[in-house]
């Protein structure tokens, strides 16, 4: 029997869950329990968990009886058919395994200066006064973080050129009914999807076109990740295909720049709002350069500065849900279920749970100090064989961007209303792209001034 859910009709569930979804999920979690069933307009029914022993039970499942690809089937027409996202069973193991090794801990201090560079980068166009969204810059360096680290692209005019094409594409694919098969319509070059499928052909002509030179060129001495992967042979020696390669490179981009960006943008809505937090982390940034100087490795084992990001991811994730499709019926945290349910772990409810989390609504990075949290009351980046191959990446970036971005600057927010959730695509953004005002920039060289 299904746990108890909302009864209204699917359509009205809908709309709560695109309009204010956190505040919808709370109300559900009061009114029928820790475990409730919802039903979205053209989604299979879904039973909702948050119980740490019920995502332990959903995390540790080894692929055969819970499928992710199939629940991520509306992200098929943006990621294409060979995504690892896509995929269940073998198929997915076999890509897992050739896009793990690039995104091994140790690779990251390859890319930790990239990743400060491009934060340097766009401090130094920030206006001096005059309100800016900082999402957007957000997207921005993380933009080029991804095509340089990631793609590999290289020299000014390339990179302009797939900053351009890729930014317009996914302004775009951000509108959330395009989630939506039925509105994946062409219908002409000026409605929504059409608009979508012309802008995508330009960007798969050159995101092939890079593969091919790359393949021709060989990869000797580049470190970047696409390098790595046409260097990649599965287990009966087969490397990935153009195709697979494609599709990953569009794989990649999409899960990871986004919601990186989303996620910083987060956490400077939180210090802004708690000054004296960002203080700290200015005081930790300075006493660790007096040690010597700030290297991208040394600012990634700053505790504090750790604790900031993984608290931000905490309280406000960027993705809400990760959610699996049952594959015959089963009992799943002690409740009978028909196959072809969504089996969903809510990370929101779960990063907001009381027992796990005194004053769950609070921002404060210090539980995170000293502490290790459990993988069943923190998954930002889900759990189990399908947990983010990018996670060591994005709390790298993170902490990259966050440093620069506290060392050099003195940012006040400038929102004209209190920051909401605004959905964009799968990710929840904060609204007005977090408007702020820069009220001091410091030069890259004198780089931590006073708190
Ligand atoms: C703050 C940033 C990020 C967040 C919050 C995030 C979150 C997530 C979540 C929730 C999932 C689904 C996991 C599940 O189903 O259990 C996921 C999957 C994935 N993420 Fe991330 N992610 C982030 C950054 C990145 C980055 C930087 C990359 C790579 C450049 C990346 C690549 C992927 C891939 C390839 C998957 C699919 C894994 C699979 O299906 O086996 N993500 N991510």
Known sequence: ??????????????????????????????????????????????VMYSRPEDVKEIFADDGELLHAGEFNLSLRAFLGEHSVLMLDGAEHRRHRKLLLPPFHGERMQAYGQTMLDAADASIDRW????????HARMQAITLQVILRTVFGVDGAARLERFDRVITELLDIAAWPPLLIPLMQRDLGRWSPWGRYVRKRRESDGMIYSEIRERRAGGSTRRTDVLSMLLDARDEHGQPMS??????????????????????????????????????????????AEADGPLTAERIAKLDLLDAVAREALRLQ????????ILKRPARVGGYDLPAGVGVVCSIYLAQRRAEAYPDPNEFDPDRFLGKKL???????????????????????????????????????????????????????????????????????ARLVAAA
């Open 1 to 46: 029997m299904l746990p108890p859910g909302p009864t209204y009709p699917s359509l009205v569930t809908t709309w709560h869950w695109l309009q204010r979804p956190y505040e919808f999920l709370e109300e559900c979690r009061s009114r029928y329990g820790d475990t409730f069933s919802l039903y979205f307009r053209g989604l299979p029914q879904l």
């Open 127 to 134: 206006p001096v006064l005059a309100p800016f969204a900082l």
């Open 242 to 287: 153009d195709e697979e390669l494609h599709d990953e490179l569009v794989t990649l981009l999409v899960a990871g720049h986004e919601t990186s960006a989303t996620a910083l943008a987060w956490t400077f809505r939180w210090l802004l709002e708690k000054p004296e937090i960002a203080s700290r982390v200015r005081a930790e940034l300075r006493a």
């Open 317 to 324: 994730p960027v993705v809400p849900l990760v959610g699996r």
């Open 374 to 444: 459990s993988p069943n009351e923190f998954f930002p980046f889900g759990g189990g064989l399908r947990r983010c191959i990018g996670m060591s990446f994005a709390l790298y970036e993170m902490k990259m961007v966050l440093a620069r971005v506290l060392q050099r600057t003195d940012l006040a927010l400038a929102a004209r209303r209190p920051v909401r959730v605004v959905r964009r695509s799968i990710t929840m953004t904060p609204s007005e792209g977090l408007r702020v005002r820069l009220l001091e920039r410091r030069p890259r």
